[in-house]
């Protein structure tokens, strides 16, 4: 409110200032409708102005995480050409790969996070990101190419592999490690994929991760006929995560 009633009595060169910092404040507090129109306004000015820039980054990732994955892979892609030399460019790389990602754009979104992973100045947190994101990007392929599924099976197992020796202190390990143990599970070994994730419940027993590990590992478990194993693990899943 504070910020609104200051566009009365602004100046010209203090319009822009407002304008971004009230469409930030509805951001991140969730109010898209009210975020949005300001966003867009910033982001439509030309010449660009102070926050433009900024405008159409935030913009893109409003639409993001609305869903509205069409529109989101628009503006990131704009935010590339415009502001290539942006600050959160490398931002703008990682999530439009995800969003080709989310799009079932696999070849593209291998090729967005490539770039990302040979930019100057990337941080560590995206660099990270981006070998980790690239592995989804080979399995899907997989998924799409069976003529090739190997080969990108095994692309995938190093891009995740990757993360262990490259980014070792990144908070992607524990997601790696579960990829890792689910992956024999894809592959079409639930065996393989029973013992690798009852490793990674031992191994990372406090991550995010692990109701996942225990679902799948019932999944394996009703694959290999193994049926009253099944009905324990999933029985362990409901009374964990009794949320799903």
């Known amino acids: 409110v504070a910020l609104a009633d200051g566009f009365a009595t602004t100046t010209p060169e203090h319009y822009h200032t407002l304008t971004w910092m009230l469409g930030q404040c509805f951001y991140r507090l969730g109010e898209d409708a009210e975020a949005e129109p300001l966003l867009e306004g910033l982001a439509a000015e030309v010449p660009p102005q102070r926050f433009t820039d900024d405008a159409v980054y935030q913009l893109a990732r409003l639409r993001y995480r609305q869903r509205r994955y069409d529109e989101a892979a628009l503006g990131f892609t704009e935010d590339l050409r415009r502001f290539d030399r942006y600050i ?29 992973g040979e930019r100057p100045g990337a941080s560590p947190l995206r660099r990270a990101g981006a070998t980790y994101q690239s592995g989804h990007a080979e399995a899907s392929l997989a998924a799409i190419d ?17 993360i262990f020796t490259d980014h070792a202190d990144s908070i992607y390990v524990d997601n790696a490690a579960y990829q890792l143990a689910a992956l ?3 592959q079409g070994d639930p065996g393989a994929a029973l013992a690798a994730l009852a490793r990674f419940e ?13 679902y799948k590992q019932g999944r394996a478990a009703e694959k290999l006929g193994r049926l009253d194993d099944a009905f324990a693990t999933y029985e362990r899943y409901g009374a964990g995560w009794p949320e799903g």
Do not use: C, I
Request: proline residues 5%; charged residues 25%.
């Open 146 to 162: 069976p003529d090739n599924a190997e080969a990108h099976w095994m692309q995938a197992r190093a891009f995740w592999g990757a």
């Open 88 to 116: 959160k460019a490398a931002d703008s790389h990682y999530y439009l790969g995800k969003t080709q990602l989310r799009l079932g754009e696999a070849g593209e979104a291998l090729a967005t996070f490539a770039r990302l």
């Open 184 to 186: 024999p599970y894809d």
């Open 202 to 214: 031992t191994e990372y027993p406090d991550s995010g991760l692990r109701h996942l590990a225990v």
